[in-house]
């Protein structure tokens, strides 16, 4: 039996979604902010995932993220580095709190 190919191309959307979604996509479409962008929002961090989170920001979108690990591996420290996300990459006026987190996958959903 031949390997399944896994490789996955984020911005492969016609192949997800039917061709006025996928345009729609498109033009909301945007280059991550740049590294000062970053930094200005979140100090010393200001590697390519949080400059994606800046552009989303900066759009006024949403930045949920969810975070798995290969296999549904544990102990492998998802929620310390969702706890470090969530409390860096928190600009709101309130900050951050245990209100914005969850390890609950339906629970996320309503966020």
């Not at 969810?66 to 102990?75: I, K, S, Y």
């Amino acid at each position: 039996m031949a390997a399944a190919d896994d490789t996955h191309d984020a911005h492969a959307i016609d192949q997800q979604l039917d061709e006025e979604e996928a345009e729609a996509m498109r033009d909301r479409e945007a280059d991550p902010a740049g590294e000062d962008v970053a930094e200005s929002l979140f100090g010393a961090f200001s590697g390519p995932w949080y400059q994606e989170i800046a552009q989303r920001k900066a759009e006024g979108r949403d930045a949920k993220c969810l975070v798995t690990a290969e296999d549904g591996q544990t102990g492998v420290g998802k929620t310390n580095f969702c706890d470090f996300a969530g409390y860096v990459t928190d600009t709101s006026e309130h900050g951050f709190g245990p209100a914005k987190t969850t390890i609950d996958p339906f629970e996320f959903l309503d966020f």
